[in-house]
């Protein structure tokens, strides 16, 4: 049986406290404090096995010795009495000896072999020790290293660094102890893991959940042939990993396609992770693409897992993403070129693997030539351009789509099927449709729910009005003593039209640029109490 004296206080209550601990950075320090809570222990430290930060190895005293430059010892505890100082206690992570490559001095070769090592005379061991003048002043005589090993995997190395020789009950329970950290740490770096993908599988899931809440309309339904078009290209794109730039203007299906080509690539299984870049705020795109740490600004209450991560497999939705600020584009590039980004707050760089499908209704190629959209980034983008037809373009496609809202409203609000007239159909056609196929999922959602005696009524601009506004613009124009006269009622529907066109060729979006209220020259809060007013739907 182990005597319970020992150089480090209380073996029986180090194992104890420390099974409490389930986490890294909590159970490393506590590690080290607890075994350096006698002063006969000089220092304790922990390194653990990991793959080298960008800057380690160029920064690395140890270099020239290093054969490897995938993994090295970094230095993640430390502790320590000072003989000189009480209030010193050496927890620094930084200095010479943060890194240790394999194989490299002492505690390298105790990673390497995965053999304990004890010294019980420092002053006999001169050619190894960097630092005799800290041996001297501190009366050290003895050291000890212990590989961490679990399942046959050396995790890292603990050494403890003493003023009273080292016994064999002391060395016994140091082992038991490295024997159980060894556990305790892989049992927390196994939590870590299982709690980031869980965090990244609630993530995926709350996006999906989004996507599936604001997604414009179903499959691709039509038989016209600039849709042909559009779905051989699909097919040509697909089953390669060049990225893709979607062209068309608002409420074309530019989102429609982009899931349709991750639909038929290799990375089906994957998830498509969408980012509408005109709804991030500016100080936020940083975060939202590339995550960011705890603490690593106000309000970063907990690390957050990036968009880019994310679509870590698989794709990568970028919608308007000409709204992207400049000096964001630059990282943006980076990461699509090397495959590598940092979360903000975070020095450490990750690999990604994700295929980009990008979407604007600007035209790139002439911001880009006038500089404000980068070059390198727009020819990055745009290897394969899908341009997506107007709606107003393919008229003979609106049956077909017309009968496929329809019946998914009817279903959704429990309606019995309606029909289209001919009356209705000409009426949709002669439509140019501002808005395009949003807007006439709109309009006939909104016919389906007022249909109550079964018969579809379509509340858009016929072209008598458009002749009735046409003919008194011109008759003012004719006229510079002759102005039109509208009653009340007529001036309320030419507003309401007007309004519903500019929300249609918005998006619905009222504020910010290109948005509603933009196009109308009005104040967003007086155009939204405007249409609160008239009772219009976005």
Request: hydrophobic fraction near 40%.
């Amino acid at each position: 049986m182990l005597k319970t004296h020992s150089i480090f206080g209380d073996p029986k209550q180090i194992l104890l406290d420390l099974s409490g601990q389930h986490h890294l950075p909590a159970l490393l320090p506590l590690a080290t404090r607890l075994l350096a809570s006698s002063n006969a222990i000089v220092l304790t430290r922990i390194w653990l096995m990991r793959a080298p930060l960008e800057d380690d190895c160029a920064n690395c005293l140890m270099a020239a010795e290093c054969d490897s430059r995938e993994r090295c010892l970094h230095l993640v505890a430390s502790y320590g009495n000072s003989a000189k100082d009480s209030s010193k206690h050496w927890e620094g992570l930084d200095g010479q000896f943060r890194r240790f490559p394999v194989g490299v001095r002492k505690v390298g070769h105790i990673a390497k072999t995965g053999l304990p090592l004890q010294v019980d005379d420092m002053s006999a061991e001169k050619e190894w020790i960097v630092c005799p003048d800290w041996i001297r002043e501190q009366a050290i005589k003895a050291m000890v290293g212990l590989p961490l090993i679990y399942r046959g995997e050396t995790l890292g190395v603990l050494a403890v660094f003493s003023r009273e020789p080292v016994e064999d009950s002391c060395r016994e329970w140091i082992g038991m102890i490295a024997d159980h950290l060894s556990a305790a740490i892989a049992n927390a770096s196994a939590i870590e893991r299982i709690e980031t993908l869980k965090m990244q599988l609630e993530m995926e899931n709350e996006y999906l959940r989004e996507e599936v809440e604001s997604a414009s309309f179903g499959e691709l339904v039509g038989g016209s042939p600039a849709l042909g078009t559009l779905a051989r290209q699909i097919d040509l794109v697909a089953p390669t990993e060049s990225s893709v730039l979607i062209l068309g203007e608002s409420g074309t299906g530019k989102e429609l396609v982009a899931r349709e080509v991750h639909r038929r690539s290799s990375r089906t299984n994957r998830p498509l992770i969408k980012v509408n870049c005109a709804a991030i705020p500016r100080e936020l795109y940083e975060s939202e693409f590339f995550g960011h740490t705890k603490g690593a600004f106000t309000g970063a209450l907990r690390d957050r897992t990036g968009r880019f991560e994310l679509a870590n497999g698989g794709t990568l939705f970028l919608d308007e993403i000409g709204e992207i600020p400049l000096d964001l584009q630059s990282k943006l590039l980076r990461v699509l070129q090397e495959g590598e980004l940092e979360r903000v707050g975070e020095d450490r760089t990750r690999q990604v693997d994700v295929r980009l499908i990008a979407a604007t209704n600007r035209d790139l190629r002439s911001e880009a030539i006038q500089g404000r959209f980068r070059q390198d980034l727009y020819y990055r983008l745009s290897v394969f351009p899908i341009e997506i037809p107007p709606l107003r373009e393919r008229l003979e496609d609106i049956p077909l789509l017309a009968e496929h809202f329809l019946a998914r409203y009817a279903r959704q609000l429990g309606r019995k099927r309606l029909r289209l007239t001919l009356a209705n159909l000409r009426q949709l056609q002669n439509y140019d449709w501002p808005g395009n196929i949003r807007e006439l999922q709109h309009v006939i959602e909104k016919a389906v729910i007022v249909a109550v005696d079964g018969r579809l009524r379509f509340d858009i601009p016929t072209r008598s009005d458009k002749q009735i506004v046409s003919k008194a613009a011109a008759d003012t124009l004719d006229s510079e003593d002759t102005e039109p006269i509208y009653t009340i009622a007529e001036l309320r529907e030419i507003e309401i039209a007007n309004i519903r066109r500019a929300l249609a060729a918005a998006n619905g979006k009222i504020y910010g640029k290109d948005g509603a209220a933009d196009r109308l020259a009005m104040k967003p809060t007086t155009l939204a109490s405007r249409i609160k007013s008239l009772g219009i739907s976005k």
